[in-house]
Structures are given as structure tokens and as C-alpha cells.
């Protein structure tokens, strides 16, 4: 069952969205090099207590800390941790939650440690941030989940990669619903499944986590013995892009982002629901 929520939950949501989006900017700021990804995790522990916000990561499932820390060729699901430590050239995507009066928000951005990063790298984020906007673009009344699938894999497959071949679009995780719980109905995949069927209609009211991964080469994962952190099989870094996202009567509002999405749904010729607490 798909939860719908009120424009009184979504306030609550975007709430929640906000203090998401304070972690992003302080660990985006503290992502240097010499900087542990413990480092962060103490980071994001401190705004999230400045907000009086609790973690929706921190024994989800078992899982040690604050926020996921993602280096290179891990896709996802990477534990914070005193022995890694970033490097100038290295890439770190990082993924977190909140949780304000039991509404959660949820969304992961992909950061540049230091310099000298090679154009592919770039392309490489840039193509997955940008194919997660083209999915919120999508995500409007008379839609269905189907068409939010299809708009990131055909943004992703329309892109030339630096050096040929094809970006990898990370097969075995995805999107999901959000609101009372981290991870709702339905599942979001970044790619059409015919066999899946078109999914359910875009109503107001309804709330996704829209997160495309992509790598430079496979589509495949492996899970590591922690039995969290996940890699690509065959070595290649990667890439992850997130935010939550509601579907309101006056259409879409990015809960996670500072502006609720307005200036990136503009390109779109989008205009983003007015934030419920401006």
C-alpha cells in the first residue's frame, strides 16, 4: 500500500527534509582530504542534535552510523569508519536521514575530495545528479511510477560516456516510497522493467525517494562481509544522487533541497509547490 499523505505530513516531511539538507552542507564542507569518514559521521551527528532531529540510519536494520560514507568503488551502504581516510582525487557519496516529530527525509549527494579529478569522474556525477532531476521532472499528476523509471534511464542512456562504452545504471537498488518509515512502497527502479508493469498512478499526496546509482562500468554489485557495504563488481567508481520528493495539487516539491527544488525544476519549465514552511 502506497501511504498518501496530507499537506500537514508533507510540512512535516519538508521538515525533516531541511535538516537532510544541513548535513549535506556541513559534510560537503568537512569532506576534505585527511578527513576520516568517521569524521563525518561525528559531523552529521552534531547537526542533526542541533535540529533536535534523530537519525533514521543509526540501527536501521542493524546498520553502526549516522550516515552512509560511500568511497570510490562503493556504490552504497559504505560504514563510516577511523581507517578510511579521503584522499585528494577521491570521490565520496554520501547518504543520510532524518527524522522530525516521526516523519522522515532521506537524500545522498556525490562530493569531490581536493583536486585533479578526471573528466570522466565529473561526467560521471553530473550525468547521475542530472538524471535524478530529469526523474523528479517526471514525477507529476497522470503519471505513473513506470514514467519516473524512464525518465532517468533514457536521460543516463542519451549521455555519451568520456572514452565510450556505456554507464552502468546499478541494478539492485533503487528508489522508494518515504514518509513515516525510511523505506515504503513502492520500489522505484532507475530503469524500465516491463516485467513490473507500469505501477501505480502520481496522486497528490504521494512521496518518493528518487536515487539513481551509476558506475562507470557494471551494473552489478557485490555486498562486502560487514554485509552492508556494497561495491561494483567489477571495480569501477560510481556515483549516487537522492532526494525526496511530494507530489502535491500544485505540483512537485524537492523536501530535501534548500530550495525545494525551485531553480532545477525551472530548467524543466517546472514550477516547483511552495515550501510549506517559507
Not at 552542507?25 to 559531523?43: C, F, I, M, N, Y
Request: hydrophobic content about 40%; glycine content about 12%.
Amino acid at each position: 500500500m502506497v501511504q498518501i499523505k496530507t499537506p500537514e505530513q508533507i510540512a512535516k516531511m519538508r521538515a525533516a527534509g531541511l535538516v537532510v539538507a544541513a548535513i549535506h552542507a556541513a559534510t560537503r564542507e568537512a569532506a576534505v582530504p585527511g578527513a576520516s569518514t568517521k569524521d563525518l559521521d561525528e559531523v552529521a551527528r552534531k547537526v542533526l542534535a542541533e535540529h533536535g532531529a534523530k537519525s533514521n540510519f543509526l540501527g536501521y536494520g542493524g546498520f553502526p552510523a549516522t550516515i552512509c560514507t560511500s568511497v570510490n568503488d562503493v556504490v552504497v551502504h559504505g560504514i563510516p569508519s577511523d581507517d578510511v581516510v579521503l584522499k585528494d582525487g577521491d570521490i565520496i557519496s554520501i547518504d543520510c536521514g532524518a527524522i522530525i516529530d516521526g516523519w522522515h527525509g532521506d537524500a545522498a549527494y556525490t562530493a569531490f575530495v581536493g583536486s585533479g579529478h578526471a573528466p570522466e569522474l565529473v561526467e560521471l556525477s553530473r550525468v547521475t545528479e542530472e538524471s535524478m532531476w530529469a526523474g523528479i521532472a517526471a514525477m507529476k499528476q497522470g503519471n505513473r511510477l513506470v514514467d519516473i523509471s524512464r525518465a532517468v534511464e533514457t536521460y543516463i542512456r542519451r549521455q555519451p560516456k568520456p572514452g565510450g562504452g556505456k554507464y552502468g545504471i546499478i541494478e539492485d537498488y533503487g528508489g522508494h516510497g518515504i514518509g513515516t518509515e525510511m523505506h515504503m512502497d513502492p520500489h522505484l527502479l532507475n530503469y524500465v522493467d516491463r516485467r513490473r508493469g507500469k505501477g501505480p498512478k502520481l496522486v497528490p499526496g504521494f512521496c518518493l525517494a528518487i536515487e539513481p546509482m551509476v558506475s562507470l562500468g557494471t551494473p552489478r554489485t557485490e555486498v562486502l562481509s560487514d554485509d552492508w557495504t556494497v561495491i561494483t563488481t567489477d571495480g569501477t567508481w560510481s556515483s549516487h544522487w537522492e532526494h525526496s520528493v511530494a507530489l502535491t495539487t500544485e505540483g512537485p516539491l524537492v523536501l530535501t533541497a534548500p530550495d525545494g527544488g525551485k531553480a532545477k525544476l525551472a530548467e524543466y519549465g517546472i514550477t516547483a509547490a511552495p515550501d510549506p514552511l517559507a
